[in-house]
């Protein structure tokens, strides 16, 4: 199979077809999030207070899923293109991802998993969660047009991710945290048992949507829940944490 890369900038390799994909499903979400916000970047938590001033708290989620349900919003390229070439020098194998959406993100994931598998040996999988039916159903039809190098890598998980996730994961090397954020941390208390030593958890988002992400960053900077962190300085901040239980 020929392997071609993105650019002469980014370390991705992959069959020009997937590529071109991913290529096309960034330009898409760009143009999205731009109709959506006056920034080059939707900020959840602005477009948040915007809608519970119209439909109150209770409702303001809904609205907003009800939003989002068209639109990819996808992890930014440059931040895909990091977490492909972290996976590739941890030698990760096991992989979360809690918020797939469309599954543009996941492509990236699935693509260096396979990569690190060949060169290991080792087993490994890259467990998606998607909560959205029509999301899901459009993330398996871009994998599957990439083919067997991404669709064989994926368990995708549908439904409240709290359930999904609260059994049947193998020692994971490394959880994407791209979803709402006040999920964002119960989701990493329930897969942080399942957290190898020098495990990396990575959370979008974390200064433009700071608030959001209060408790998450609490529980992260507390020496005592064994996490080593530091906010990566990416377009809206992505905050990296190394896991590292009895090293205080």
Request: net charge negative.
């Amino acid at each position: 199979m020929q392997f071609s890369t993105m650019s002469s900038l980014s370390p991705v390799q992959a069959p020009e077809h997937i590529l071109q994909l991913l290529s096309k499903l960034h330009r898409v979400s760009l143009e999205q999030e731009v109709a959506i916000a006056d920034k080059g970047k939707v900020f959840s938590s602005e477009v948040l207070d915007d809608l519970e001033n119209i439909h109150g708290i209770e409702g303001s989620r809904n609205a907003f899923d009800q939003l989002m349900l068209d639109k990819f919003i996808a992890l930014d390229a440059d931040k895909c293109q990091f977490v492909y070439q972290l996976i590739n020098a941890m030698g990760a194998t096991n992989v979360v991802e809690a918020g797939t959406s469309f599954g543009v993100s996941t492509i990236y994931l699935a693509l260096a998993v396979a990569q690190t598998k060949a060169a290991t040996g080792k087993p490994g999988i890259v467990i998606a969660t998607e909560k959205e039916r029509e999301k899901a159903e459009a993330a398996r039809k871009y994998w599957a047009h990439c083919g067997d190098i991404v669709e064989q890598q994926i368990d995708l998980r549908e439904g409240d991710l709290l359930e999904t996730l609260k059994a049947g994961l193998p020692r994971v090397d490394l959880l994407l945290l791209d979803i709402w954020s006040s999920l964002a941390l119960p989701t990493l208390k329930v897969v942080q048992p399942y957290l190898r030593h020098g495990a990396v958890v990575l959370a979008d988002n974390t200064i433009s949507s700071a608030k959001g992400y209060a408790d998450l960053l609490s529980y992260l900077q507390n020496p005592k829940n064994g996490f080593r962190n530091m906010t990566l300085p990416f377009t809206n901040g992505l905050e990296m944490s190394v896991y590292l239980p009895g090293s205080q």
